[in-house]
């Protein structure tokens, strides 16, 4: 069952070092990680207060603005969703994973409801609308797998595998312009 685990905690990862500005300078969580759920990154899921200094750098003006509200938006994300992604973490039991990915769609869901709800200067509204977008494609991704009762624990571990491939992808872009939006 914990095969797909790896890919959920890097895009986790990724979404959660977004908040903090990337993951050279954040410490560890101390729940949520697991030991060998790391790949050649070496990223660990981290709760930093030291948030998003890279976010927005090199904007000025209203785009500065509009970064730090999105930092403080992922912020937000991590804060409430930290729970959900400590629990895809640990988890090994289809019946614990299945409600838990539910309750992390919803988590995306609002992430791509704040994100679009964010104060973008007109040259941001294309990116802010993206990363809405994102966020909703990854509650989707994974939503499917909050649906799953009549699948055998098997099933799921193989249908787990698939999401978290596509989760990884589509999450990846959003962490990206999450971290450095710039219009």
Not at 16 to 24: E, I, N, T, V
Request: aromatic content about 6%; proline content about 3%; glycine content about 10%.
């Amino acid at each position: 069952m914990r095969k797909f685990v790896p890919i959920a905690f890097l895009l986790a990862s990724a979404l959660l070092l977004s908040a903090c500005g990337g993951g050279s300078s954040s410490s560890s969580s101390g729940s949520g990680t697991t030991s060998g759920a790391t790949s050649s990154s070496g990223s660990s899921s981290a709760e930093s207060g030291a948030a998003g200094e890279a976010a927005g750098a090199d904007l000025s003006g209203p785009g500065k603005v509009w970064a730090k509200e999105v930092e403080g938006v992922m912020r937000k994300f991590e804060n409430i969703s930290a729970q959900s992604i400590a629990s895809i973490h640990t988890s090994t039991s289809k019946y614990t994973l299945e409600p838990t990915f539910a309750r992390y769609a919803e988590e995306l869901d609002q992430l791509g409801e704040w994100l679009e709800a964010t104060h973008a200067p007109a040259a941001c509204k294309a990116l802010r609308d993206k990363m809405g977008a994102l966020a909703r494609k990854v509650s989707n991704i994974e939503g499917v797998l909050g649906k799953q009762s009549k699948l055998t624990p098997e099933e799921f571990t193989a249908l787990s595998a698939q999401q978290q491939y596509k989760f990884a992808r589509v999450g990846r872009q959003l962490a990206e312009l999450t971290l450095d939006p710039h219009c």
